[in-house]
């Protein structure tokens, strides 16, 4: 069965300190990978998106994420974090439902306290 | 502005009274979903919708349903609410529903069961 982990439930980081939060994932064929971010009271918005090519991908607000199939993971990186940056982060991947829809299964998140 | 929007945000009810919680987008896109959160678990598919008239159990659809008879709407009904349904529940939305669409989330519902 398919499924997402997030090791960290969180992290605290300094401000300007690099960041890295894991996720590891299951899935048989090739995985649509996704990591969003959830700031206090919002919805959630893609960061980035990776489904083939270039295995480290560049997304928003100065994230990037590296896909390495060998390690079934897709850790996401931020070279020095800002305080807005304090947020939940969920890594997710896209699947086939078994109705032959597409569903999502998300992490259960990691998250990010930053310090001053 | 391209958005997904809920309502309500808060709601506090008791155990059995019907609720509907309200979702609607206006991108046009074919793809909604629904999704609750919970701590220690993150976000689970309840249903979702490929188009107009056609839905589809997620991972957890058990004490819920849904409908989609417009394109831009896709309500949550909860017949009979009961406490473990009490979570932070989300709508999304997508262009075709393709696992290389973005999705875009609404603001979120938080819904407690009493």
Known sequence: A????????????SEGAS???????????TPYLFWYVQSPGQGLQLLLKYFSGDTLVQGIK??????????????????SVHWSDAA????????VADTGGFKTIFGAGTRLFVKA | EAQVTQNPRYLI???????????????????MSWYRQDPGLGLRQIYYSMNVEVTDKGDVPEGYKVSRKEKRN?????ESPSPNQTSLYFCASSLSGHLTDTQYFGPGTRLTVL
Do not use: W
């Not at chain 1, 960041?19 to 064929?29: I, M, P, Q, T, W």
């Not at chain 1, 939940?88 to 699947?95: D, Q, T």
């Not at chain 2, 009810?13 to 793809?31: P, W």
């Open chain 1, 19 to 29: 960041l890295e939060l894991r996720c590891n994932y299951s899935y048989g064929a």
């Open chain 1, 62 to 79: 100065g994230f990037e994420a590296e896909f390495k199939r060998s390690q079934s993971s897709f850790n996401l990186r931020k070279p």
């Open chain 2, 74 to 78: 896709f309500p949550l009904i909860l």
């Open chain 1, 2 to 13: 398919q499924s997402v982990t997030q090791p960290d439930i969180h992290i605290t980081v």
């Open chain 2, 13 to 31: 009810t008791v155990t059995g009274k019907k609720l509907t919680v309200t979702c609607s987008q206006n991108m046009n896109h074919e793809y």
């Open chain 1, 88 to 95: 939940e982060y969920f890594c997710a991947v896209g699947a």
